[in-house]
T-cell receptor, first 119, second 116 residues
Framework: GAVVSQHPSWVICKSGTSVKIECRSL??????MFWYRQFPKQSLMLMAT?????????EQGVEKDKFLINHASLTLSTLTVTSAHPEDSSFYIC???????????????FGNGTRLTVT | AQSVAQPEDQVNVAEGNPLTVKCTYS??????LFWYVQYPNRGLQFLLK??????LVKGSYGFEAEFNKSQTSFHLKKPSALVSDSALYFC??????????????FGQGTTLQVKP
């Protein structure tokens, strides 16, 4: 089945530093990847839609200069949390579709998430 | 607006008993519905989907879901629960509006607790 690999699985960083999270589709090409954020015992909040070769589309209220997304290839998208602060501590999850671009029949496949703790 | 509601924060069931996790949706047009399961500190695992066809959809790990158009529901079911089914379950609908690239809209999540 389609596998999405997310790295690192957890990271601790100091306030003011930047952290990069990678999301790879291992056995399929993903034109579109999605980045979610999840707070404890809450649902997933979509942060942005990452499109290969173009700028990401951010959801309302998400700071694009703080959460930099790059989707340079069909198998890799990265999320960089810049100048991280303790309130950025959260669980970040990426997902991708194995179907054609905009193939709504295909389920999204999720990475295992990254637990970010900013001290 | 596209939305999904899971009215129960938690469902408790004894092992071996049937389980139901409820989900209702509100969409414009035909719904593309999904169920996912999440174990602690992990991503989401796909269980099943409804796109079209039979209202009863069978998925992974013995789960199934029934699509009911008149009640706008897509409840997740399993005939006999296992302790290992204890997890957080999400119902989701694919946003089919042209400008939204098929993003998933999630319900609030329901914690399933199966007791031995």
């Amino acid at each position: 089945g389609a596998v999405v690999s997310q790295h690192p699985s957890w990271v601790i960083c100091k306030s003011g530093t930047s952290v990069k999270i990678e999301c790879r589709s291992l056995d399929f090409q993903a034109t579109t990847m999605f980045w979610y954020r999840q707070f404890p015992k809450q649902s997933l909040m979509l942060m942005a839609t990452s499109n290969e070769g173009s700028k990401a589309t951010y959801e309302q209220g998400v700071e694009k200069d703080k959460f930099l997304i790059n989707h340079a290839s069909l198998t890799l998208s990265t999320l960089t949390v810049t100048s991280a602060h303790p309130e950025d501590s959260s669980f970040y999850i990426c997902s991708a579709s194995a179907g054609q671009a905009g193939g709504y029949n295909s389920p999204l496949h999720f990475g295992n998430g990254t637990r970010l703790t900013v001290t | 607006a596209q939305s999904v509601a899971q009215p129960e924060d938690q469902v408790n069931v004894a092992e071996g008993n049937p389980l139901t996790v409820k989900c209702t949706y509100s969409v414009s047009g035909n719904p593309y519905l999904f169920w996912y399961v999440q174990y602690p500190n992990r991503g989401l695992q796909f269980l099943l989907k409804y796109i079209t066809g039979d209202n009863l959809v069978k998925g992974s790990y013995g789960f199934e879901a029934e699509f009911n158009k008149s009640q706008t529901s897509f409840h997740l079911k399993k005939p006999s629960a296992l302790v290992s089914d204890s997890a957080l379950y999400f119902c989701a609908v694919r946003d089919m509006r042209a400008s939204n690239t098929g993003k998933l809209i999630f319900g609030q999540g329901t914690t399933l607790q199966v007791k031995p």
